[in-house]
């Protein structure tokens, strides 16, 4: 079975620390993803990573960066957490971007107060 | 720009009845997939729909994909308790790197 795993469930930060949120994979997938979800908003993509190295905008990119410095793990960075940041953070992977099957990690609720 | 859409958004209903979810999508695309969400929970893949007319079931879940008329249906048979989440349908787009556009879920309550 694809496992992801993230570094958190639940985390509580205040505004304006830099907040780090892991996410590995142990299947050898190409593509990751992170993704915010929040009540009536539905899922929204931030960043993703097709290779090593490589990223791309999503549709919600600002107030984040990501980091892919190995296959198996895609680091979300927000570098100066605010209020609205305020979300369940969804990292995700699939093998290739021809099959795309999406594998999710349990998800990281984070508060910034 | 492709658009995914669900309906219903909502639907409660009693143990042992039938319905259809539906999923719509805007542009042309010849895979759907869909999820299931608990409360509280992450995303789960259900099934992979990879081409027109294909069918897939597990247990009282059946989803279908008819890429003409840009529509897939999940029809839950007999419905159980257990069954209650959030059901999720998403759809690739080639014109974008693949992403997943994601419909916007349907949060079904099944009462005993």
């Known amino acids: 079975d694809v496992k992801v795993t993230q570094s958190s469930r639940y985390l509580v930060k205040r505004t304006g620390e830099k907040v780090f949120l892991e996410c590995v994979q142990d299947?050898?997938?190409?593509?990751m993803f992170w993704y915010r979800q929040d009540p009536g908003l539905g899922l929204r993509l931030i960043y993703f990573?097709?290779?090593?190295?490589?990223?791309e905008k999503g549709d919600i990119p600002e107030g984040y960066s990501v980091s892919r410095e190995k296959k198996e793990r895609f680091s979300l960075i927000l570098e100066s957490a605010s209020t609205n940041q305020t979300s369940m953070y969804l990292c995700?992977?699939?093998?290739?971007?021809?099959?795309?099957?999406?594998?999710f990690g349990p998800g990281t609720r984070l508060t910034v107060l | 720009e492709l658009k995914v859409e669900q309906n219903p958004l909502f639907l409660s209903m009693q143990e042992g009845k039938n319905y259809t979810i539906y999923c719509n999508y805007s542009?042309?695309?010849?895979?759907l997939y869909w999820y299931r969400q608990d409360p509280g929970k992450s995303l789960e893949s259900l099934f992979v729909?990879?081409?027109n007319g294909a069918v897939k079931q597990e247990g009282r879940l059946m989803a279908s994909l008819d890429t003409k008329a840009r529509l897939s249906t999940l029809h839950i048979t007999a419905a159980v308790h257990d069954l209650s989440a959030t059901y999720f349908c998403?759809?690739?787009?080639?014109?974008?790197?693949?992403?997943?556009?994601w419909g916007a879920g349907t949060k079904l309550i099944i009462k005993p």
């Open positions: 299947m050898d997938h190409e593509n």
């Open positions: 729909l990879l081409s």
């Open positions: 995700a992977s699939c093998r290739t971007a021809s099959y795309n099957e999406q594998f």
């Open positions: 998403a759809v690739d787009d080639r014109t974008s790197n693949y992403q997943l556009i």
């Open positions: 542009t042309t695309s010849d895979r």
């Open positions: 990573s097709y290779d090593v190295k490589m990223k």
